[in-house]
């Protein structure tokens, strides 16, 4: 569970005016080296309008285009999305991280987000220690 407040680590500073954007998103945009098992978070400059949080606005597509099963969820904060995959990632295939369609809690479009990584043949639990 995320706590209430935290942003990566650090309490996040109030939102900026204006616009609202994906500030961040790991895996980064081109990450090499993936584990299978990751799962992707997406911190947002604005918390997020909760009922615009769902597999329409947010998800991870293999390059073919098919998508890949999750659960997405949105901190108690509304500033960072975890999406967690149903199954294990296609090692060596290209993943599309897509947000469009999200709204912050003022009613503002987030602008839309992509990004692209691409998992190893590893998973978390294949490494020892």
């Known amino acids: 569970m995320i706590a209430r407040g935290t942003h990566f680590g650090t309490t996040p500073p109030a939102p900026p005016e204006g616009p609202a954007w994906v500030t961040r998103v790991d895996p980064g945009d081109g990450a090499t080296g993936v ?19 769902h597999r329409g606005s947010f998800r991870v597509e293999e390059s073919g285009g098919a998508e890949v099963p999750g659960e997405l969820m949105l901190s108690p904060d509304g500033r960072l999305l975890i999406w967690i995959a149903a199954r294990l990632l296609m090692p060596g295939v290209e993943h599309l991280v897509t947000a469009d369609g999200l709204r912050d809690s003022r009613g503002r479009q987030i602008a839309p987000h992509r990004s692209r990584f691409v998992p190893c043949a590893l998973a978390r639990d294949d490494v020892p220690g």
């Open 35 to 53: 584990f299978r098992d990751a799962r992707v978070l997406a911190c947002l400059s604005h918390p997020a309008d909760a009922a615009t949080v």
